[in-house]
């Protein structure tokens, strides 16, 4: 009788498993069918996706990691890039407002994105004006209410440098010249690599136990509810939409950001979303799960219940990725 109470138990739990496997296979091809993709965990693939054009090496990784955590590259010496996109946190500063220069505001009351895996986004920016992160890495750096250096000013202030200089050789050959345009790109460089690979992703390359029963019931109602409409790809964001479609957002009025000169807004990434409050590009949304309510009343046009939205909200805490090294290099 023992035997077959053990033999009932360990069968009913194969199956049970079992079930469970097939459930996630299939929810798996439901989320690549509708746009998501995870981040490889193969190196090598990886590697075709962030660096396409061959520019990434140590030397020049190591030089870029310096140069985003030097306040030099700021006029008054006090700020730098990891002021605004913190490392150690979720790649911005969790503030509703981006704060710059001698503490001025932005004056749209734009906050900060996050910076990590801004590498899969199709434009950067909250308005798209950038097309990669090389680019983008010039903007804050002379933009008045952040960085406020001029460009001949961030040269001056490098080429001064003789560690610098010799770092820049050996990263790009003795006869580079370094110009603001390098320097930039160099941070770009640096930047390429802030890639957070989370469970969410092992669950898509495979590993079915990777998410449990509840953050996979997260995932299934975020597809169905039609999060994908906007939030897809491997950034899962990062690509120009319309926004506040019904005309409902009740903090329009603060600050006025209205998106690029067709009114579309980039689409911030969900990775890490737990970690990037206040929400929105006005940083006007506190709480996450909040957060999710109201983009389904001003993108969907539907209602979340509070149910709803707490089962998103415990898929989206999944989204929680695995950081590279965080800590400040020593500077030249």
């Not at 605004?84 to 503490?103: E, F, R, S």
């Not at 579309?264 to 409050?277: D, E, F, G, H």
């Not at 949304?285 to 979340?304: C, F, H, P, S, Y």
Request: hydrophobic share 35%; with cysteine; proline share 5%.
């Amino acid at each position: 009788m023992i035997i077959s109470k053990l033999l009932t138990v360990t069968i009913l739990t194969t199956v049970t498993l079992l079930a469970g496997d097939v459930r996630g296979e299939v929810l798996i091809k439901k989320a690549k069918h509708n746009g998501l993709v995870a981040i490889p965990s193969d190196k090598a693939k990886l590697m075709k996706l962030i660096d396409k054009k061959k520019n990434i090496t140590p030397e020049r990784v190591k030089l870029g990691r310096q140069l985003f955590f030097d306040k030099r590259l700021s006029l008054d010496k006090t700020i730098n890039c990891n002021s605004c996109h913190l490392l150690d946190q979720g790649g911005d500063d969790n503030l509703p407002v981006a704060v710059g220069y001698k503490g001025r505001e932005n004056p749209h009351h734009i906050n900060s994105p996050t910076v990590y895996n801004s590498v899969f986004f199709s434009r950067q920016f909250w308005d798209g004006r950038s097309p990669d992160v090389e680019d983008q890495a010039q903007g804050p750096m002379v933009a008045d209410v952040e960085m406020n250096i001029s460009p001949k000013e961030a040269e001056k202030r490098i080429n001064a440098v003789p560690e610098y200089v010799q770092a820049f050789k050996n990263a790009y050959g003795k006869d580079v010249k370094i110009n603001f345009e390098k320097i930039a790109s160099t941070i770009g460089i640096f930047e390429r690599t802030l890639v957070t690979p989370s469970r969410y992703d092992d669950f898509l390359n495979g590993d079915l136990k990777a998410l449990t029963t509840a953050e996979q019931d997260g995932l299934a109602l975020f597809i169905e509810t039609g999060c994908t409409a906007c939030h897809v790809g491997i950034a899962i964001g990062g690509k120009m939409q319309p926004f506040d479609l019904s005309s409902a957002f009740e903090h329009n009025d603060v600050g006025d950001f209205k998106g690029d000169k067709n009114g579309m807004i980039k689409a911030p990434t969900l990775r890490n979303v737990s970690q990037t409050s206040p929400y929105f590009h006005n940083g006007t949304v506190d709480n996450l799960r909040e957060a999710i309510k109201t983009m389904g009343q001003v993108q969907l046009l539907i209602d979340i219940s509070d149910d709803e939205a707490k089962r998103i909200e415990t898929f989206l805490k999944s989204l929680e990725g695995r950081k590279p090294d965080t800590s400040a290099p020593k500077l030249p």
